[in-house]
């Protein structure tokens, strides 16, 4: 019989202990700390560089900044002793440290606290704590209040200000916590005071960035939750002595924090700033992202007992040389479709400036254009107009979407001149937004007022999902208030102003006070203010009850998407007329989700939908809504192609996906098939500029094809796949040879027909096709001979919403004359947009049958609410539509643009009950080196719309950073090994994204 094998020895030499040496092993036992904790919104983008910087160059790669907010924590400890065989004794110390919550993607989700800059008080606790563990301990002197009362919380501490070589160190003041000039409010202790700090909304887990699953735990932290952990995250590292810019121990460090009691907590009171003084030898703010004099959000303080425990060594750092040091080649990534998830994915992986040691990057297009849903193209024959998909407006808290935007026109540097030099001439501001609404059985135009906010959408700073959901329920009482004090006057005074004190002081957790303010409101309001205030009053007020009855404020919006909008507002108790005012009907429709049932009715996820309102009413910068000065393509598509371009990155148009095909054991991506439209006369290049601009044309460029006029007499729609009988050559990408990762950047609607392996070897396929449903949808443009007065709006350049009909969303786009110059020479004095979801009916040829119909009979009957000037006895004058051929009656909807989007590739996304959870994330395909990007990839927002889609897109460019690709090593890209087979690719982590927890 083999012998039982013995543990094998621990090579590792013992520890030379000896006198004098500052140190103390762990773990540290820590008594009556007394911590005061203070919130900070940092700016994310540096927060990510920080943590790119220092833990990812240390092999950290799936840890990522949680949200925007640091803590800058006082901690006071009264008794601190070492434990497993230190030295007897004990000492106190004090240490004033930035803590950054991060997010362990391997881990569902599992947040940790990274440590970049601790500040103690004596040598042994920093130490012992840099030697040990790798806190970042530097030597300081405090001034702090007295342990029981509030004030000034300074440190001092040897800096270089400017780091010159002339300069000496100093010591002096470096950072410093204002007083707020009120006194700390008295002591309390028990689970009341601490939900009574979670209920602070800055305090809240959302704003911490908790996701959902964890969120009850902080807000229930009296209740000392079963693990009572706190997981710190620290790099800790020794020079090499030979050469002082290597490392010769560099690793990232993981140590438990244990909860062992709480005495005490309560909240801090008064408004107070961090101030930080510039210091060459410790960039603070710039590190973290913060002002000089940074607002503290809000300040708290609790007393406990912990335990600091051992640490484990999460990653060690290797020197990661590029490929052309190396020898290998740069990983072959295939990027399958040009919509803005593709193009944010690629925008990613090529931001850093030595990308193409590492990648090679070739986007696959089908047809002549980019931008999927978002391509829009210049009509040549037609005057140069801008014909869309649809109607394209940006919301001001698309902040990612803004910041890739921001980015590549500041890499552009367009010269003076040029007809959108700067970002801020792609985008114009959106004031005006009007809702139609029913009273007294009559329509009427109802104008909703979303007043601008401090700052521009995508500064370093905006972060929307914090802001949204930190101004949730103060937005809500704010706006109940407002409105009671413009209805009401007189005898009421004293009812208004005992309702106003009630809601000042609402206790969230009270559902039935709550609800009897509700009650109140309504009955005070009566007939006297107008529905759509009313509506949006209850509409709000239904909302915070109902996330608090059914818990979602702990557990996560996502815990909702079960149920239908409609009927969980119902459930709640929202007033039937609300159910159908013009507030309702325009979210649907902005949603395209009015039809969006089998039977063609309403369908819309409950959390998802709640996710989404906050997110545009709450979290955008600037105006609410902004247009572009000119086409999507023009003003945001191009732009990307051309930096892209400038990086690099290869593009092949004329290509079409025909079908993914799987390796025997259906775990990797073998080939791609694909078929060739069109062959190019050498490199496409796909641009044309009209008066200076770069453009998309309506046409391919026949010049640049093989047999380009053949092909043109034909007259292709190479952006249609089942008018494609002009791709008979049919070629594959294989893996191994021309890829190593492929991003599926394709829409969802036309995944059915390329995906069939993949539906039938893996059921999370077979469920999200079925589940993630799509909608056709209609477009229509409109050149009108008459302004907007004269067509009987009130004011120029707004969008309405809310109208019954097919054509629900309408937007004056007559700014874009400037762009379309030929137009406006032509007499066009009015652009008009007009968009809706057009279901799954049978469609015919665009501009002709139904749809033509459909389009006619709006104008015929259902346009009255947009342009009531524009009818003459009752009937629509059509000589004010635009026709250069002279058209007579309905014939001039010819000169005009009618677009259904019914192919799977132009398909809106919908987010019906029960799908978000059926989502795939970006690295969630569950199929060797296949990545995914789309606004239908799950990304937190998980509607369909540009936001969504660049978020999705920096995830896959995010997992594909840290997959494991073919010749790399299973402990990074530091040390790859020789060249895999594409069986032998990483599994990618089927993960899903953070819930929403609002509070």
């Known amino acids: 019989m083999r012998a039982k094998s013995s543990p094998e020895p621990d090579a590792r030499p013992e520890y030379i202990d000896r006198g004098g040496d500052l140190q103390l092993a762990p773990p540290f036992r820590c008594d009556g700390a007394l911590l005061r904790c203070f919130s900070l919104t940092a700016d994310k983008t540096r927060l990510e560089r920080l943590v790119a910087t220092t833990l990812h160059r240390a092999g950290a790669t799936h840890l990522s900044p949680l949200s925007s907010t640091v803590l800058f924590v006082v901690a006071e400890i009264r008794r601190a002793t070492a434990g497993d065989g230190g030295r007897g004794g004990w000492l106190s110390e004090t240490d004033l440290a930035f803590w950054v919550p991060v997010v362990d993607t391997r881990q569902r989700g599992r947040v940790s606290w990274f440590l970049p800059y601790v500040f103690v008080d004596n040598a042994y606790a920093m130490a012992a704590g840099r030697e040990a563990l790798g806190f970042a301990k530097t030597l300081g002197t405090f001034t702090l209040p007295p342990r029981d009362q509030d004030g000034a919380y300074g440190v001092d501490t040897l800096h270089l200000p400017v780091a010159r070589s002339d300069d000496k160190y100093r010591v002096g003041r470096l950072l410093e916590v204002r007083p707020p000039g009120l006194p700390a409010p008295a002591a309390s202790s028990g689970v009341d005071v601490l939900r009574s700090i979670a209920r602070l909304t800055p305090l809240s887990a959302a704003h911490l960035g908790v996701p959902g699953r ?22 800790r590292q020794l020079r090499d002595i030979s050469d002082p810019a290597r490392a010769a121990i560099q690793e990232v460090v ?109 986007v696959y297009q089908m047809g002549h254009r980019l931008g999927g849903k978002c391509a829009s193209s210049r009509r040549r024959d037609r005057l140069d107009r801008i014909e869309e998909h649809g109607l394209h407006v940006w919301f001001g808290s698309y902040a990612r979407a803004f910041r890739l935007l921001r980015g590549c026109y500041a890499e552009l540097a367009r010269p003076e001149g040029h007809p959108i030099p700067t970002w801020r001439d792609a985008f114009i501001p959106q004031e005006n937004f009007y809702l139609r609404e029913r009273s007294g059985g009559r329509l009427s135009t109802v104008r909703l007022e979303l007043p601008p906010r401090p700052g521009l959408p995508g500064d370093p700073d905006h972060d929307p999902d914090a802001e949204a959901l930190r101004r949730a329920v103060p937005a809500v009482i704010e706006g109940v208030a407002r409105e009671l004090r413009r209805a ?51 509409l709000s007020v239904t909302t915070v009850l109902g996330l608090l009855r059914d818990g979602a404020l702990t557990r996560g919006l996502e815990t909702l998407d079960g149920e239908e909008l409609s009927d969980w507002l119902a459930r709640h108790g929202a007033a039937p007329d609300t159910l159908e005012s013009g507030l309702i009907r325009a979210f649907y429709d902005l949603l395209l989700a009015t039809e969006a049932s089998p039977s063609g009715g309403r369908d819309l996820a409950a959390g998802a939908a709640i996710r989404a309102a906050l997110f545009v009413l709450n979290g955008y910068r600037g105006a609410y809504l902004w247009k572009m000065s000119a086409g999507m393509g023009e003003a945001v598509i191009a732009p990307i192609y051309e930096v892209l371009r400038r990086r690099g990155v290869r593009f092949e148009f004329f290509r079409r996906v025909t079908h993914l095909k799987l390796t025997a054991d259906k775990r990797a991506l073998d080939e791609v098939e694909m078929a060739v439209q069109a062959r190019t006369r050498g490199e496409y290049e796909p641009l044309v500029e009209i008066d200076g601009l770069p453009c998309w044309p309506h046409e391919p460029r026949w010049d640049a094809l093989e047999d380009g006029e053949r092909l043109r007499a034909s007259a292709p729609d190479f952006e249609s796949p089942s008018s494609a009988p002009f791709d008979a050559e049919r070629f594959a990408l294989r893996a191994g040879v021309d890829f190593d990762a492929v991003i599926l950047g394709i829409s969802v609607g036309a995944l059915p027909s ?99 119909v459909k389009v006619q009979r709006f104008l015929e009957e259902g346009a009255r609410g947009v342009w009531p000037g524009a009818y003459v006895d009752g009937r629509f004058d059509w000589s004010l539509l635009a026709d250069p051929t002279g058209g007579i009656g309905p014939a001039r909807l010819d000169a005009q643009y009618i677009r259904q989007n019914v192919e799977g590739t132009d398909r809106y996304t919908l987010t019906v009950r029960g799908s978000t959870a059926c989502r795939l994330t970006a690295d969630g395909s569950g199929i060797g080196g296949l990545f995914l990007a789309g606004d239908w990839v799950r990304n937190g927002l998980d509607v369909g719309c540009i936001e969504g889609a660049v978020r999705a897109g920096e995830a896959c460019a995010e997992a594909i950073a840290r997959a494991r690709l073919p010749g790399e090593s299973a402990e990074g890209r530091g040390a790859r090994g020789p060249t895999a087979s594409p069986t032998a690719w990483a599994e990618p982590v089927d993960e899903q994204p953070h819930a929403w927890v609002l509070s």
């Open 488 to 538: 009401v006057r007189g005898v009421e005074a004293v009812r208004i102003g005992r309702l106003l004190r009630s809601l000042a002081s609402l206790d969230l957790v009270s559902v039935d006070g709550l609800a009897r303010a509700r009650d109140e409101i309504r009955a005070v309001l009566g007939g006297r203010s107008q529905p759509a205030i009313r509506h949006m009053l209850d």
């Open 754 to 852: 390329i995906a069939t392996e993949l539906v039938e070897a893996h059921p999370r396929w077979r469920t999200m096709l079925r589940e993630v449903r799509t909608t056709a949808t209609l477009g229509f443009q409109a050149w009108l001979t008459a302004d907007a007065r004269t067509l009987g709006r009130t004011t120029a350049g707004d969008l309405q919403g809310g109208d019954p009909g097919a054509l629900s969303t309408y937007a004056d786009m007559t700014h874009l004359l400037a762009a379309e110059r030929r137009q406006a020479e032509a007499g066009v004095r009015h652009v008009a947009y007009f968009c809706g979801p057009l279901g799954d009916s049978p469609h015919s040829e665009e501009g002709s049958g139904p749809v033509r």
């Open 254 to 362: 993981e140590a438990p924090a244990r909860l062992s009691r709480i005495t005490g907590a309560g909240v801090l009171g008064g408004r107070r700033t961090l101030h930080i003084e510039p210091s060459d030898s410790h960039p603070i703010a710039e590190d973290l992202g913060l002002l000089r004099d940074h607002p503290i959000d809000a300040a708290w303080w609790a007393e406990i007992d912990f335990v600091v425990d051992k640490g484990r060594t999460i990653s060690i750092g290797r020197t990661a040389q590029p490929a052309s040091v190396t020898g290998e080649r740069p990983r072959r990534i295939a990027v399958l479709g040009g919509g803005m998830g593709s193009l944010s994915a690629v925008l990613a992986l090529t931001a850093d400036p030595a990308w193409r040691s590492r990648y090679e990057i070739t």
């Open 214 to 235: 964890l969120a009850s735990a902080v807000l229930e932290l009296g209740a000392f939750p079963q693990s009572r952990e706190v997981p710190l995250v620290l790099l």
